[in-house]
């Protein structure tokens, strides 16, 4: 079974704080994805990484950077934590060649106060 | 503008019925639409893709509807049982890259 494996179920978080999501796939997927999930919004597509140390931005990439150092590993960074950013964090992989079929963490739920 | 929406936020169901979730989309840039499934405390599960090409697609107990005509996915569900209870959403694969655009997702309650 495919597992991505999201670091924490529930964050808690300071408004200032710098805030670390990790994300490990045991896939061997090269592409890897963070999204935020709100309710009525769907998931909004943060950052992607389609290789080591390669990164793209999503569509709400503000406020947020990431980092891919080794193949497996898929890192959300939160500069500077703030309330607007409370939500459900979710991590996912795919293939490059088949990326209609993406493997999804538990989520992260973060809550910023 | 890019944007893939559903026409109802919450369907009810009987045990037993088929259930038909509907999707309406924006991008004619695309070139596959996904369904996936989310269970309470879950994240997204992959149910089925249908690349823009085709009209329909079956898989185990479900089948995909893709009317490009007006711009209208479907997904039907049969014989629905308890635990197909979740939130669907439909997403979009936009032609020649790594996004995914997604709904805002529709919650299917099953009545045993």
């Known amino acids: 079974d495919v597992k991505v494996t999201q670091s924490s179920r529930y964050l808690v978080k300071r408004t200032g704080e710098k805030v670390f999501l990790e994300c490990v796939q045991d896939?061997?997927?090269?592409?890897m994805f963070w999204y935020r999930q709100d309710p009525g919004l769907g998931l909004r597509l943060i950052y992607f990484?389609?290789?080591?140390?390669?990164?793209e931005k999503g569509d709400i990439p503000e406020g947020y950077s990431v980092s891919r150092e080794k193949k497996e590993r898929f890192s959300l960074i939160l500069e500077s934590a703030s309330t607007n950013q409370t939500s459900m964090y979710l991590c996912?992989?795919?293939?490059?060649?088949?990326?209609?079929?993406?493997?999804f963490g538990q989520g992260t739920r973060l809550t910023v106060v | 503008g890019e944007s893939v929406g559903l026409h109802l936020p919450t369907l009810s169901v009987q045990e037993g019925d088929n259930s038909i979730i509907n999707c309406a989309y924006s991008?004619?840039?695309?070139?596959?639409f996904i369904w996936y499934k989310q269970e309470s405390g879950k994240g997204p599960q992959f149910i089925i893709d249908?690349?823009?090409?085709?009209d329909k697609r079956q898989g185990q107990r479900v089948t995909v509807l893709l009317n490009k005509t007006v711009k209208h996915l479907s997904l039907q569900i049969a014989a629905t049982q308890p635990g197909d209870s979740a939130v669907y959403f439909c997403?979009?694969?936009?032609?020649?890259?790594?996004?995914?655009?997604f709904g805002a997702g529709t919650r299917l309650f099953v009545k045993a």
């Open positions: 996912a992989s795919s293939f490059l060649r088949s990326n209609t079929e993406a493997f």
């Open positions: 896939m061997d997927h090269e592409n």
């Open positions: 990484s389609y290789d080591v140390k390669m990164k």
């Open positions: 997403a979009e694969n936009i032609k020649g890259g790594f996004k995914t655009i």
């Open positions: 249908i690349r823009s090409n085709m």
């Open positions: 991008n004619s840039a695309s070139d596959y």
